[in-house]
């Protein structure tokens, strides 16, 4: 666990509109928020400088924070296919953003953050924002949910470097039943 402390994740939450971020700090133990917000591009009626102002304001908060890695909550799949492609476009800016500076980068379903914050893979912005708000302490949410959409992307990052499946931990559903006996009904 020693390996994390210090790390800075930077979560995203990608949007043409608004897009959310959330930066934490592993400290000890657990993650400390260091800042939230949205990058909001309402402003811009073209999508192209809509994805400029993204690319600014997303280089400017790898500049500011140096996130030692990025997580970003993957595209849903919808039923409006251009919807699907915009946010492929923010998700690309930021990954190439990322990547060019050499920070790695992961991606999570949005289902698989819901579940690692709420254990509920259904649970609403809502919920997901009141477990957060409940477990890093935070005082007042932000208006926009996006922000804390971030935040959960870059806690359910930092939960699955804390406990991966890949480090060996269990070798297969026998091993598991055998360290873990009383999960089996």
């Not at 400029?52 to 140096?66: H, M, P």
């Amino acid at each position: 666990m020693t390996d994390l402390v210090g790390k800075r994740i930077l979560g995203i939450d990608p949007g043409t509109i608004v897009m959310g971020y959330g930066l934490i700090e592993i400290k000890e133990d657990k993650p400390e928020i260091l800042h939230m917000g949205v990058v909001k591009t309402k402003g811009f009626n073209d999508h192209y400088l809509r994805l400029k102002q993204i690319f600014i304001r997303t280089k400017a908060l790898i500049e500011e924070y140096l996130p030692d890695e990025v997580a970003l909550e993957s595209p849903f799949y919808g039923k409006d296919i251009n919807v699907i492609l915009k946010l492929g476009r923010v998700q690309g800016i930021v990954m190439g953003l990322a990547l060019s500076m050499d920070i790695p980068v992961a991606e999570y379903a949005p289902l698989k953050v819901k579940q690692s914050i709420t254990g509920m893979g259904r649970a609403s912005k809502e919920q997901v924002a009141y477990f957060l708000m409940n477990t890093m302490k935070i005082k007042k949410l932000p208006p926009e949910l996006d922000a804390t959409d971030a935040l959960a992307v870059a806690v359910c990052h930092y939960l699955h470097m804390k406990n991966p499946v890949s480090k060996g931990k269990y070798n297969g559903w026998s091993d598991f039943i055998k360290k873990n006996p009383s999960r089996i009904k």
